[in-house]
């Protein structure tokens, strides 16, 4: 069952978990891959209410985005295995199922072909309407140290090499799974 509700209503709760971790799950030629994500922003744009993702060029989540353009977030809402973050956040799609690896309980979606997770059962289901690749040259010398070192082979798992797409998803359906 799904207990649907107005997004900003929840921004507290969605802000918080990014800061620690959410999952962004994709769907692709039958292929469900959930990478974590701590950065992201919640926010309207075009009167619409936006999820942007910042996804690093050598990401096998990205493959599937540009094959779908439709993603979920998946949000911590009340106990969980942490373990889930750890793998998702570690692991390449391209080298495991990390569903099935996790054993994940795959939602239904409302609105889009991704579906959600009951583990992680806050969920905003999205349909990108916008993507940029990020301008290596606009972003601060500390930010690219910090996040973009030039000798950190872009398969590491955190900070690397590879510069960001954002992709802005409207947000077409909001519900926590109970």
């Not at 991704?114 to 500390?142: F, G, H, M, N, S």
Request: charged fraction near 25%; proline fraction near 4%.
């Amino acid at each position: 069952m799904k207990k649907e509700f107005e997004v900003f209503d929840y921004a507290n709760d969605i802000l918080k978990a990014v800061k620690t971790g959410v999952l962004l799950t994709t769907k692709a030629a039958d292929k469900v891959n959930s990478m974590t994500i701590s950065w992201g922003t919640l926010g309207i744009e075009w009167s619409k209410p936006i999820f942007t993702v910042f996804v690093r060029e050598n990401r096998f989540t990205k493959h599937q985005l540009e094959k779908n353009p439709e993603f979920t977030i998946n949000i911590p809402y009340g106990s969980f295995d942490k373990k889930i973050l750890g793998i998702c956040g570690t692991k390449s799609g391209r080298a495991i199922d990390k569903i099935k690896e996790l054993n994940l309980t795959l939602v239904t979606p409302n609105n889009v072909s991704v579906p959600a997770i009951k583990e992680l059962p806050l969920t905003l289901e999205c349909r990108v309407i916008y993507k940029q690749k990020q301008d290596e040259r606009e972003i601060t010398e500390e930010n690219k140290n910090m996040c973009y070192p030039q000798n950190v082979d872009s398969s590491f798992h955190g900070a690397n090499k590879d510069f960001h797409t954002a992709y802005y998803g409207e947000i077409v359906s909001a519900y926590i799974i109970e």
